[in-house]
């Protein structure tokens, strides 16, 4: 123990206090990079970032200098746990400050962070079957005033229930959540056992920066949570029920990530959320043409980063509103989607005819500017850092916008029901794409040929030809030099047959027929 008490004393002081708060989880403990750094920032430990950073990038930063110095240990893909001495000289260093009960009060006045585990103390006491999910014993032992042990901790910063909380059913109210809880708590993560009156009066939770609701049967979220103006991380992920936020969640004006299930795009559905001015995470915006939907509302969210895919727009009317969307000032996007209509991927090819037949090329090429900021020389910042771009029709292509993508590594044209091949100066436009790696072609059901300078893109290392029926036959000219794997699936025999002949010459070229 002395010698890790010396490494900890080592450490920097922003340091020795974020490893001293993962006493908060009990020994043993499995926790993912996302939940640690999300619990640091709720409590202050992270400090304000530079110009290009988040608070996000900040905490990672921290979590793999304390890997570095074997403070964690990674146990799994995503998963870290600290070593069993290293948490016990985190309970050595934290002085009281961190406490655990299986829900037995009082606790002392000390304690500014607690872990609250009531599932042991129940089996122990044989009031429930780890597969019992009545919860009616439990619901009859643990009273309401059992809680109001807690309103005597003057400085607690987070309140947090085990995971295992969630053997009981949604309907037993095991968990109170009481208003006149103290004030000052940050962080508070319930387990799945609350209903919707108890969670409004977290309104009074004035300085909440995280609220974690996993696991529960909420259909929807009270009006209380859209008064959480310091709010900054909600977390919902596997709340199957709860399938849109209320509108006045727009008003969180500090607030950066909602997580959810996967293909759970709820923020698309409010309104106004132009107003979140601190949101860094916007997977999906649908233009529609009702007040609160428009393309502006992209204007204001300068802090965007990773994917934004930006649907319907069709129901742009006209350049000069397109061009409040301002995403050449969105310097942090790696990987934009741009479609003209919703879910275009899947419509029909009779749909996709009709929203392109109203578009000329060069209308198109126009539009797509001004969308995109009429200045090409101001997308030099946003082009140090887009890589990854998803369109919905080659004229894309006719766009002046390819020669100031030269970061862009990865193009997918993804259901193009109208082009049947490439113009030239269309693969000009490719070859201005000077880092490009990945190209692919996917449900363009009419394409009839692949590029025939594609052996130019000298760069090309994967070439992808998804659905594409009508494709025959790979270019004359053969492949770039640089190409490793080429992958095709669903497509015409004959490909795969001309395909697999060049496979076989071919000892660098991986083909992937799926």
């Known amino acids: 123990m002395p010698v890790l008490l ?17 006493t908060i989880f009990p020994r043993g ?45 990674i146990i799994e893909s995503g998963h870290y746990m600290i070593p069993g001495l290293l948490h016990d000289l985190a309970q050595l260093v934290a ?5 655990a009960t299986n829900g037995k009060f009082p606790i002392s006045v000390e304690a500014c962070h607690l872990y609250i585990s009531y599932s042991d103390h129940a089996r122990d006491m044989g009031l429930c079957h780890p597969l019992d999910c009545s919860g009616i014993q439990m619901k009859r032992r643990i009273q309401k005033n059992s809680w109001a042990g807690l309103l005597h901790l003057k400085n607690l910063r987070t309140i947090m229930f085990s995971a295992s909380s969630s053997i009981w059913s949604p309907g037993s109210e095991v968990v109170f959540v009481q208003s006149n809880w103290p004030s000052t708590i940050r962080l ?16 009074s939770f004035i300085h909440l920066r995280y609220l ?35 509108p006045r969640i727009a008003n969180l004006l500090n607030f950066e990530h909602l997580i959810a299930d996967e293909g759970k795009h709820l923020l698309t559905g409010v309104p106004c959320v132009g107003n979140m001015t601190s949101l860094l995470l916007l997977d999906k915006f649908c233009v529609r043409k009702t007040r609160g ?90 082009t140090t850092s887009l890589e990854s771009l998803t369109v919905d029709s080659t004229l894309f292509l006719n766009s002046p916008l390819c020669a100031v993508l030269t970061s862009l590594k990865k193009l997918t044209i993804h259901s193009d029901f109208r082009v049947t091949s490439l113009s030239r100066q269309q693969v000009q436009a490719l070859l201005l794409l000077t880092s490009l790696q990945d190209l692919g072609f996917i449900q363009c059901c009419n394409l009839h040929s692949l590029p025939s300078e594609l052996h130019k893109i000298y760069t090309l290392k994967q070439l992808e030809i998804d659905s594409c029926p009508c494709v025959e036959s790979l270019p ?9 794997k080429l992958i095709i699936r669903g497509c015409n025999r004959r490909l795969y047959t001309g395909a697999s002949m060049m496979g076989s010459t071919s000892t660098k070229v991986q083909l992937v027929d799926r």
Request: hydrophobic content about 35%; overall charge negative.
């Open 6 to 22: 010396l490494s900890y004393q080592h450490l920097p002081l922003s340091l020795q206090r974020c490893f001293t708060y993962c």
């Open 29 to 73: 403990y499995k926790f993912t990079e996302q939940e640690l750094i999300f619990a640091w920032m709720a409590q202050g430990l992270v400090p304000t970032p530079g110009e290009d950073q988040t608070l996000e990038d900040v905490g990672k930063e921290y979590l793999n200098e304390l890997l570095s110095c074997s403070f964690f240990h």
């Open 95 to 99: 002085e009281g400050e961190f406490q």
């Open 188 to 203: 508070l993560s319930l387990p799945c056992t609350f209903r919707k009156e108890q969670l409004a009066a977290v309104s």
């Open 212 to 246: 974690d609701l996993r696991w529960s049967r909420l259909e929807e979220l009270p009006e209380a949570v859209c008064k959480l103006y310091l709010l900054q991380v909600l977390n919902i992920k596997h709340c199957p029920c709860l399938l849109h936020l209320p």
């Open 293 to 382: 939907f428009d393309i502006g509302q992209l204007k204001r969210l300068r802090n965007l980063r990773g994917l934004l895919k930006v649907q319907n727009l069709k129901n742009v009317d006209g350049n000069e509103e397109a061009a409040k969307a301002r995403l050449s000032d969105k310097r942090h996007l790696t990987e934009l989607w741009l479609s003209w209509s919703a879910g275009s991927c899947v419509q029909e090819p009779s749909e996709q005819y009709h929203v392109l037949e109203v578009t000329n090329a060069s209308s198109f090429a126009e539009a797509w500017s001004e969308l995109l900021g009429s200045r090409y020389a101001e997308w030099g910042q946003v």
């Open 476 to 484: 004359n000219n053969g492949l770039p030099e640089k190409l490793e």
